[in-house]
DNA sequence: CTGAGCACTGAATCCGGATTCAAAGCTTTG
DNA sequence: CAAAGCTTTGAATCCGGATTCAGTGCTCAG
């Protein structure tokens, strides 16, 4: 089953490299990187521990990559909704908020384990661009909304960083995985505070 | 040199218990929990790692009891500072945020380990924990300066978590341990873009 | 002076994974 | 059908610390 003619043999190592990149992705949206160990991740490709080795130069590696994978596709999206999103700065930063806010609360293991869970070096260094990328959608906002004064003077950089701080800052209560699953209320509560919270805080003219 | 008459091997063992209390501090302050090993804090005091067992319960004891006075310390000057500040809410919160700031960066690295440094399970609570009294402190402010309208309406708790992350994620730029030092101009910068964010975020009345 | 009682010592051991690699399974080619 | 050339396998090995504990040193009461 595992072995057809070399002609398909170059698909079906794709194939199983991508699957343990799934299998993976699984196990950390289910139990963070700690529960992503090697061997847990060949058991759910039937492949055997060695295996992930001739697809991977080891699991930190492994693990870097599904992180990027899975953080590209968050701020692709988020990025989107900003630019379908009408061009205030107050617009753009809300759709900012809420999609990331949204999505984290929806997908909540797997976005704490991308923006808090404890993990080596190199899956820090992932999480340091991911939550850079956001920074800089961010800061770019805040520069274009500053150009033509619809927000208080400041340092967009700084106030970024300051967004996405009180922004994961309110969210990680709620994805700890101890923590109980918000109620859609809760949910819409918890982001619309935020929300005007950095509203307020970038002083946003208008409502 | 190591052991006196039975009156005063007690404060011995007290002196010895507190050398290593202190070793550990002074590692976590160089080199982060990573840092403090069980063998390197016993090197400090010329102990052998077997000692350390027996005026502790493990590795991670140990290093919670330091986490928990360091944070107790830290806790109780912002505490003060924020009490011996005046009344209106914008001097405590002002208060709160200057002095948390200004310590961080002076302890950068000790700093970073306490807030944001991956590490295991029981340091991470502690954390968690202290995390929680800087929350606690702001969130009475708010409430407090809530009451009589000094600021604008709102979640004085989810407003509170959202200060505390604003602050931390402007921080950890300048507390990392490969950033490089920030000079006296750019710290007090910082400090000053944070304090302005917060209070804008807050709504407080007056300047 | 002696041995009972502590505290100290650090080499040996344990632990939880990650990583390796010789052996074994398929497939294709000649 | 046999040999060559791949992938796969998983037990053995490695690794970085933490933890243990039999042996040793010192003090003091008797």
Redesign the interface.
């Known amino acids: 089953m595992a072995y057809r003619q070399t002609a398909l043999t170059r698909k079906n190592a794709e194939d199983r490299r991508d699957g343990l990149l799934r299998a993976a992705r699984a196990l950390v949206a289910t139990g963070g990187f700690k529960a992503a160990t090697v061997a847990a991740i060949a058991d759910r490709c039937q492949a055997s521990v060695g295996s992930v080795y001739s697809y991977f130069d080891g699991r930190d590696r492994l693990l870097a990559e599904v992180f990027r994978s899975a953080a590209g596709h968050e701020v692709d999206v988020v990025r989107a909704a900003v630019t379908g999103a009408g061009h205030s700065a107050a617009e753009r930063l809300g759709a900012l908020i809420d999609t990331f806010g949204a999505r984290a609360l929806h997908g909540r293991r797997m976005a704490w384990a991308m923006l808090f869970e ?3 070096p190199v899956i ?1 260094a992932e999480r340091l661009d991911y939550r850079r990328s956001y920074t800089a959608i961010g800061e770019q906002i805040i520069s274009l909304g500053l150009a033509d004064r619809q927000l ?1 003077p ?2 967009p950089g ?2 970024s ?10 969210l990680v ?1 709620w994805l700890r995985p101890e923590s109980p699953e918000p109620s859609a209320e809760e949910q819409t ?2 982001i619309d ?2 929300r ?3 509203f ?4 946003v003219r208008a409502a």
Chains 1, 2 share one sequence.
Not at 161 to 170: C, R
Not at 200 to 203: E, N, V, Y
């Open positions: 404890p993990a080596g820090e208080v400041q340092d700084l106030a960083s300051a967004v996405m701080g009180a922004v994961s800052e309110a209560g509560r918890v505070g935020i005007e919270f950095c307020r805080a970038l002083g």
